[in-house]
């Protein structure tokens, strides 16, 4: 099938992408403003980069020394090679554990594995300490962005349906008007389904391999609180996320944070080693960490090796025209933009993402690539295997074949007419080039009759 009638492409509302232009130019100002405070900004992503090139060379080593580190402290480490074994684990936790009530983090990870879709079905009660991931599971809507949730919604619609919710919830003095307000009304509201015992769901950002350490970052505090407040933890981290030394975490945090969230640093900055300890006063006093593979592990020694670098790659999503207008159908739940056009097809089903690689630039904006990776053969490999996947159709490749072969053969094609040639010609290229694309026809002379003619004169 032609690719224009495969990719079925569907834009987002003219109202939407104005949101999402506007909102991404702002980060993206405030990006820039972010890395003009490093002082070598070129010194910097070499060095970030290094530290991912060596995490990832020795990753199966980093990774059993954070395991041993972690059960020397009483945790415990679970390996999930992929999202139905994760989402397994934490199922089992949550039985064995029996928590009162159940709060989930702003998570990558726990979006890749759709952990809030799951919970619903099952009909276990929880809730979302970041509001983003409440209003979006409201408004029945997908994640725009693997960060900032909300970056393509109008904020007075999101005031209009926070006060609906408030509404609901029958308080005694009528919900406020303004978004801040309602923001903080919010966090109130979910401090009130407190009750122990509890279990908090997060990611970490980064694995410590030599101290065992788990940290936190974000804006909210969402992260930081669930980690210190819950007595049951569980932790939900890609592989890649392991970095092999805790001194690694001062060249990497002021990039993190510009790149990602468009500040020189975080607001909160949480890093914790384990469960509970004697002579330490907060904290959860079971901790569970599962290490997801999800694929990762495939791409290690593959030609997509450093988007392990930066899975989410959120900083080209400022400049990438495609995903400033394309529909949030189109990607999975965890990877947009320039990372989902070239993961997605990799890790899920390369049938439901076949038009993503080819859609997507392969320009894209130097100073938006946190690891100076290589986007653009990346993109192109990507391409070339969902192709290679692609189910060969008989019929097309037997019209193909035969025409390549009157091609090489002069008296064979001198002797068809020019309609006869045209009309195989069309055929062989149609399901590449689709009913619509303008072919040329041949000529009722050929070359060589014209030149023989000519010759004579």
Not at 368 to 385: A, H, I, Q, S
Request: glycine share 4%; charged share 25%.
């Amino acid at each position: 099938m032609y690719f224009l009638k495969k990719a079925d492409i569907e834009l987002l509302k003219k109202d939407d992408q104005q949101y999402l232009a506007k909102n991404l130019a702002n980060l993206a100002m405030e990006t820039q403003e972010s890395l003009s405070h490093l002082p070598d900004l070129v010194l910097a992503k070499k060095r970030a980069k290094n530290i991912r090139h060596q995490a990832l060379e020795n990753l199966d080593t980093n990774l059993i020394h954070f395991e041993q580190k972690i059960k020397e402290r009483k945790g415990k480490v679970y390996w999930a090679e992929d999202t139905p074994e994760a989402i397994d684990i934490i199922l089992r936790l949550i039985n064995q554990t029996q928590p009162k009530s159940i709060f989930t983090g702003n998570a990558s990870e726990l979006q890749e594995i759709e952990l809030e879709g799951v919970l619903q079905d099952k009909k276990i009660d929880f809730h979302s300490t970041e509001i983003g991931q409440f209003l979006l599971r409201y408004l029945r809507k997908k994640s725009r962005h693997p960060l900032h949730h909300l970056i393509s919604e109008n904020e007075e619609k999101l005031q209009q349906v926070l006060r609906q919710v408030f509404a609901k919830e029958n308080t005694t003095n009528s919900p406020p008007t303004n978004l801040p307000e309602l923001l903080e009304l919010y966090k109130k509201t979910i401090v009130q389904y407190f009750e122990f015992p509890v279990m908090g769901i997060t990611n970490a950002d980064f694995l410590l391999a030599d101290s065992g350490g788990i940290f936190v970052s974000d804006n909210q505090g969402s992260q930081s609180w669930l980690a210190s407040c819950c007595n049951i933890h569980i932790v939900v981290a890609g592989i890649e996320r392991i970095l092999p030394k805790q001194e690694d975490l001062q060249h990497l945090l002021p990039l993190y944070a510009a790149y990602h969230h468009g500040k020189p640093h975080n607001s909160f900055n949480t890093l914790f080693y384990g469960p509970l300890q004697d002579d330490e006063v907060d904290g959860p006093t079971q901790l569970y960490v599962i290490l997801l593979d999800n694929g990762r592990s495939n791409l290690l020694n593959s030609s997509w090796r450093e988007m392990l670098y930066d899975i989410e790659c959120s900083a080209p999503l400022n400049t990438c025209p495609v995903y400033h207008n394309l529909h949030q159908q189109h990607y999975h739940a965890q990877f947009t933009g320039i990372a989902g056009a070239i993961l997605t097809p990799l890790l899920y089903d390369g049938e439901q993402y076949p038009s993503l690689p080819f859609v997507h630039l392969t320009e894209q904006d130097p100073q938006e690539n946190l690891f100076n990776m290589d986007v653009e053969k990346m993109l192109l490999k990507t391409r070339k295997d969902v192709l290679e996947k692609q189910t060969p159709n008989r019929v097309d490749n037997f019209v193909k074949k035969q025409y390549l072969e009157a091609l090489l053969d002069r008296k064979k094609l001198n002797a068809l007419k020019s309609g006869v040639k045209s009309f195989f010609f069309k055929q062989a290229l149609q399901q590449s080039l689709g009913n619509t694309a303008q072919l040329p026809t041949f000529a009722k002379q050929s070359f060589h009759d014209w030149w023989k003619t000519n010759e004579k004169k």
